[in-house]
C-alpha cells in the first residue's frame, strides 16, 4: 500500500513543477517505507536529509519561476515556504542530535503540507501561468490574424 498516491487533480500545469512535486512524494513514500519495514535508522535519517535537499532545490526553482513571471501573490508564497524551512530545519536538528523524532509524525507532515501547499498555494501560481499563457496566445493572434492557428481564419489547417 502507497503511503502518499500522487493524483492527476495535484498537477498544476507546470511540467517541471509537477515532476519536482512528484519526486517529493516518491521520497514521502521512501521516508514512510523505512519507518514501516523498520530500517536502520542511518537509513532513515539518509532518506530524511535527501528529501530535506531536493525541497530546497525545488523551492528555489519554483521560486525562480515566481520571478519570471511577476507572480502578484510571491510574497505569501515565499512566506509559506519559509515557515516550513523552519519547521523542517528543527525537525532535522532535533534528529540528527539523538532525539527521536516521531517518524509517522514527520511523513504525515510532510504529506500534510504538501497536500495543502499544492492545493492552496501552489494552484493559484499554476492558475496564475494559465492565464499569463492564454493571455499570451490571444494577443498574439491579435496581431496576427492570418497566423494559419488563428481562430479568426477560415483556412484550412494543412500538416
Known amino acids: 500500500m502507497v503511503f502518499f498516491e500522487w493524483k492527476e487533480q495535484y498537477e498544476l500545469g507546470i511540467p517541471h513543477i509537477d515532476l519536482q512535486h512528484t519526486m517529493i512524494v516518491n521520497m514521502i513514500n521512501e521516508l ?6 523498520r530500517e536502520e535508522e542511518d537509513t532513515t535519517s539518509k532518506i530524511l536529509e535527501k528529501l530535506l535537499y531536493y525541497v530546497e ?3 528555489a526553482s519554483e521560486e525562480a519561476a515566481m520571478r519570471e513571471n511577476n507572480y ?5 508564497h515565499l512566506a509559506a515556504h519559509d515557515a516550513f524551512r523552519v519547521k523542517v530545519t528543527r525537525l532535522h536538528h532535533t534528529h540528527r542530535t539523538g532525539e527521536k523524532i516521531a517518524g509517522y509524525e514527520l511523513s504525515e507532515f510532510l504529506k500534510d503540507w504538501l497536500l495543502e501547499h499544492i492545493a492552496q498555494v501552489d494552484k493559484a501560481f499554476g492558475v496564475f501561468v494559465s492565464q499569463l499563457s492564454e493571455k499570451a496566445k490571444e494577443s498574439f493572434f491579435r496581431q496576427n490574424p492570418d497566423h494559419p492557428l488563428s481562430k479568426n481564419t477560415e483556412a484550412p489547417l494543412v500538416f
Not at 502578484?72 to 505569501?76: G, I, S, T
Open 32 to 37: 514512510y517505507m523505512s519507518l514501516e519495514t
Open 57 to 59: 532545490d525545488h523551492f
Open 72 to 76: 502578484p501573490h510571491q510574497d505569501a
